[in-house]
């Protein structure tokens, strides 16, 4: 199990290196000069001075390898460089901000786990039935509304309408606990509406496919009680699938709360991504979407890692 | 099936064509300038200038609504048809020469997929700025991977097949055999992705325009709607609301329109499901009398008939199958794959698939308790208590009838712990894996079953079967999936496992004629559905009553085969069955008769029984 996750956590890390290089290449290596396109400004051309200043400042003068050295060696001692708007250390912003994205990512994720999987289960066992097509039904709407319509509505109804809540915002969980919960919930909430309808159609094709296989006849013939069968010899069995789907909507959604931080004013990643892209803050760009890639690389390491967990075949593979 | 998948493909269908109609013929409706304000009715409730009411600009809801969906879609649309255009290439060509080209189109292609995506158009945004163009572009990059990999995929398996050898060989130029043969070929997959592409770029599309980074105002997109009526909602609710469902309406049609495309296109994906699961489907009703007055010795099946249904009305599969069985006694069913001697072996586990119905036939038990039960009539509560105690079986496939997931032990115990063991099992456990001959028991107990050879395997399975001394043990086929020398093992433990057992019955289910010899006391041989001769095993194999049942043992090669391949023809499908004597057309002794009347089952001598016209002149 040790080497297994060795191995895989090596692997990993090489693939970070490989998307930073990636990123420090893509923004040196399109055409357009970024001080330019940074200065430039409802197509007036900007002032040759500023941009030579520019230049100098974020020394685009120098060439691309030392460039390179330069930003790698930043990142191995973690310093992702300085805002060009207000010359802010970009990785201090960053780890204010990144855990409140996790959060909601997590929170969204536990939330559309708890009734994505039994809801799944159930449609499955009931397949063809009643219960099936609503839930089916259920969750082909659900796929259909984009978050940032959910997002709104739920703010239409929950704050403007019934005023329950406030129309969403941040409070940290040392000031006021039950407070940072609600806010919390909202936007977890509504990413969980598509990510549960997701977690609830693969979980129902991936237990229908189990309930298939020869394992669970030959635990029927033993006798088992279908409620052991269930647990042990199909849930576990299709939990695989189902896994890697909810993993890979979590890693996307590392980058894609954008709409729901946008809709909740949470002031997480996503929202300073936003902030820098308006802005053309290269910099910053660069940082967030290096962190985010080497998170998603992060994840899916942990998936592997799971599937050993539930798979013993992979651990001695 | 095709045809009713077409006909639930004419609703959603229609539905896209008219948002897709309507947003082509915005221009030509009688709607105001989308784009028109007017201030000074800012907000303005639904009147019958603007049946939707106007918005915070003073401009008319439902022709921003109209012109929205133009904008929307064509967007969609354009970046569908640019990244199904340079996906579908690169996925084709990476496929068709592999190699260097696989490296340069689908490797790469992956890579852009590793990238959240709206992380992907927003670093695509900050590179160009925001605007249409902008957003096509970067909607194209996004889904292009996508189709790059359904074409590779599709491409691998297509390029062996005869049609596109066959061009090759012929000396055809590359282009055409890409563009010509290969692309029609592979186009299903790739039609239903592209619907599946414009559902997801709308959705990316206002969710970019809501977030101002799309479309550029004034230009009226769905997305730009819902942000700009987000400031008014508290004056204006409803103006949320038109857009909103527009959207979600729109994208949920395109979704619905997927799946049923996909149905009729690429039906490989869809599941079958298995609604009897839970709930066995006791399709016959309680006898009215108890059996008891019967004595069956210890398993007296009587006319056993299984049905599926099909396309042309209920098909019988096995029909009217009788034996008997002592304790203690060995019973061979042999035959061919289709023969039926599977499911009947299932029906006797109440084990059938949820299609199989039985429909008459009656399968006395005599349980521990001396009561005799019918089987086919007996709750699946009651009956889940005989499975795994008095009634025990081992499958075909030691592989894939272990749980790759769970330990042995594990499994072996759950025969144990079902029927009421709950001290010492640990130690049972490991002493049922030392009785059928695993070496290092205490190991093999917490040994995944793939750290284990697949004849060690199947004597876990036979071990988890023989846990409670079961009365009857059905054994289908249960050397078919091994090694010939593995298959002796297995042959010898099972009958050292009989003289342990004194009174355990045994069906055993093969069409090896071979291992009947070596196993059994009798024999019942199945011919598509029907028992065509049963009889003692040295009667059987001395004089056979039934050509089928001679052409068997011919066919019988002096070590152990592994297919009966001689008898010349097929297991007739059980919706063609011949009018007269089922195995006639493949039969070498068939008179006109034959084929004209159905044989019975006939006494031949004491104990033994044919289903033959002619079996007087087979002695």
Known sequence: ?317 | MRRISLRSLALPGALVAAIVLLAIAAPLLPLPDPVRQDVANRLARPSLMHWLGQDEYGRDVLSRIVWGARVSLSVAFAAALMAAAVGTLAGILGGYFRGMVELVTVRVAEVVLCFPPLLLALLVVTLMGPGAGTLVFSLAILFAPGFARVAYAETLSARALDYVTAQEALGARTGRILFRTLLPNIAPPLIVQFSLTVASAMVLESGLSFLGLGVVPPSPSWGLMIRGARASMEQAPLLLFWPCLALTGTVLVLNLFCDRLRDVLDPRGKAAGRPGFLRRLVALPPAAARPASVTPGLLAMEGLTLEVPSPAGPVQVVRDVSFQLAPGETLAIVGESGSGKTLTGLAVMGLLPAAVRPTAGRILFTGRDGQVVDLLRLPEPEMRRLRGRDLAMIFQDPSSSLNPLVRIGTQVAESLRAHGTTRGTRERVVALLRQVGLPDPERAADAYPHEVSGGQRQRVMIAAAIANHPRLLLADEPTTALDVTVQAQILALLAELKRAEGAMGMVFITHNLAVVNKIADRVLVMYAGEVVEEGPVAEIFAAPRHPYTRALIASMPEGDAERLTAIPGAVPQPWAMPVGCRFAPRCDAAAEACHATAPVLEDVSPGRRARCLRWKEMA
């Open chain 1, 1 to 317: 199990m040790l080497a297994f996750a060795a191995r895989r956590l090596a692997v990993s890390l090489g693939l970070v290196w490989v998307v930073a290089s990636l990123v420090f290449l893509v923004i040196h290596l399109i055409p357009g000069d970024p001080a330019e396109l940074l200065l430039s400004q409802g197509g007036i051309a900007p002032d040759p001075a500023a941009v030579e200043d520019l230049r100098e400042r974020l020394g685009l003068n120098q060439p691309l390898w030392t460039q390179y050295v330069a930003y790698m060696g930043g990142l191995l001692q973690g310093d992702f460089g300085l805002s060009l708007q207000d010359e802010h250390p970009i990785g201090e912003e960053i780890a204010l901000r990144l855990p409140r994205t996790l959060e909601l990512v997590g929170a969204a994720g536990v939330i559309s786990l708890l009734f994505g999987l039994p809801l799944g289960v159930l449609a499955a066992l009931r397949a063809g039935g009643m219960l099936d097509r609503a839930l089916s039904a259920w969750a082909g709407l659900a796929l259909s509304i984009p978050v940032f319509v959910v997002g709104t509505l739920t703010v239409l109804v929950l704050a403007q309408e019934l005023r329950l809540v406030s129309a969403g915002g941040y409070v940290p969980l040392a000031r006021d606990p039950a407070r940072h919960l609600a806010l919390l919930l909202m936007p977890a909430g509504t990413i969980a509406v598509g990510l549960g309808a997701v977690v609830f159609r693969v979980t129902r094709t991936a237990v229908l496919e189990v309930l298939e296989r020869d394992h669970v006849r030959a635990a029927q013939a033993r006798g088992v009680a279908p409620r052991t069968i269930i647990r042990r010899h199909v849930v576990r069995n299709a939990l695989t699938p189902v896994v890697t789907v909810v993993a890979l909507h979590l890693g996307s959604l590392l980058g894609g709360t954008v709409l729901v931080e946008f809709v909740f004013n949470w002031p997480g990643l996503s929202g300073y991504l936003v902030r820098a892209v308006e802005a053309r803050d290269y910099p910053e760009v660069m940082g967030i979407v290096l962190v985010i890639s080497a998170l998603f690389v992060l994840l899916n390491f942990l998936v592997d890692l799971l599937y050993a967990v539930i798979d013993p075949r992979v651990r001695h593979g």
